[in-house]
């Protein structure tokens, strides 16, 4: 009988709501259910920052001075790609960003606040870099990973910045034989735990391979692991 009253008070203080409160309620319940995903995985992170850069800063010593391969799916305005393209440090290194540069492939339902097909669209607009390093592939995934053929390198770093399951589990299916011991994964948007959370975690179950939390954000929104086989 409580249980019942219980949910009748929930419904009529929903209808008392606004769409974004019921969506900062929503974005809550993601926090809390990112927290549980992963302790139930054993991903326990030694140090956390307030912002990404922090994030970026505490991994980027241990190759920062090798020649890096640096992939990056989701390259919106290129802030990340401007990031990493003064810190990597050897002039053999290369940084290649994928992006269609059109938005979002698919309408995207952020625990209740809904981004429409082609949101983050620079309307075609690929970021200038004067960094020669620096080139750009411009298309869906589909359309331009099947035939990239990654260049020679010593160290692979790939950032997951494209929102979306779907976006994001192909792309890990697809450089699934680059992915080895010593590889670096950053996803930049863990906080929606149906995408890239239940991407990574469908590509482990599939692969058998295992990821060290290396580190995060404070919210754990923004997570770097290193492939160990």
């Given at each position: 009988?409580f249980?019942?009253?219980?949910?009748?008070?929930?419904?009529?203080?929903?209808?008392?709501?606004?769409?974004?409160?019921?969506?900062?309620?929503?974005?809550?319940?993601?926090?809390?259910?990112?927290?549980?995903?992963?302790?139930?995985?054993?991903?326990?992170?030694?140090?956390?920052?307030?912002?990404?850069?922090?994030?970026?800063?505490?991994?980027?010593?241990?190759?920062?001075?090798?020649?890096?391969?640096?992939?990056?799916?989701?390259?919106?305005?290129?802030?990340?790609?401007?990031?990493?393209?003064?810190?990597?440090?050897?002039?053999?290194?290369?940084l290649?960003?994928?992006?269609?540069?059109?938005g979002?492939?698919?309408?995207?339902?952020?625990?209740?606040?809904?981004?429409?097909?082609?949101?983050?669209?620079?309307?075609?607009?690929?970021?200038?870099?004067?960094?020669?390093?620096?080139?750009?592939?411009?298309g869906?995934?589909e359309?331009?990973?099947?035939?990239?053929?990654?260049?020679?390198?010593?160290?692979?770093?790939?950032?997951?910045?494209?929102?979306?399951?779907?976006?994001?589990i192909?792309?890990?299916?697809?450089?699934?034989?680059?992915?080895?011991?010593?590889?670096?994964?950053?996803?930049?948007?863990?906080?929606?735990?149906?995408?890239?959370?239940?991407?990574?975690?469908?590509?482990?179950q599939?692969?058998g391979?295992?990821?060290?939390?290396?580190?995060?954000?404070?919210?754990?929104?923004?997570?770097?692991?290193?492939?160990?086989?």
């Amino acid at each position: 009988m409580f249980l019942r009253l219980f949910k009748r008070m929930l419904t009529a203080l929903g209808a008392l709501l606004s769409d974004k409160a019921v969506h900062r309620l929503q974005m809550i319940l993601s926090y809390v259910r990112l927290g549980r995903w992963m302790k139930a995985r054993g991903f326990r992170f030694p140090v956390r920052f307030a912002e990404r850069d922090g994030v970026f800063a505490a991994v980027a010593p241990e190759f920062k001075d090798k020649r890096v391969l640096y992939l990056e799916f989701g390259v919106y305005k290129g802030n990340s790609m401007r990031w990493w393209s003064r810190t990597l440090t050897h002039p053999e290194s290369r940084l290649h960003g994928f992006d269609s540069f059109e938005g979002l492939p698919e309408a995207f339902d952020d625990a209740g606040g809904k981004y429409a097909k082609g949101w983050f669209s620079t309307e075609g607009q690929i970021p200038q870099m004067e960094d020669p390093r620096v080139k750009f592939f411009k298309g869906w995934f589909e359309q331009t990973l099947p035939g990239y053929k990654l260049p020679e390198h010593d160290v692979l770093v790939i950032t997951l910045d494209a929102d979306l399951y779907s976006s994001t589990i192909y792309v890990l299916r697809q450089l699934r034989p680059h992915i080895q011991a010593g590889t670096y994964v950053y996803f930049d948007d863990m906080s929606r735990p149906d995408h890239e959370p239940r991407a990574l975690e469908e590509f482990m179950q599939e692969t058998g391979l295992k990821f060290r939390p290396l580190a995060a954000d404070v919210t754990l929104n923004n997570a770097f692991f290193v492939c160990e086989g």
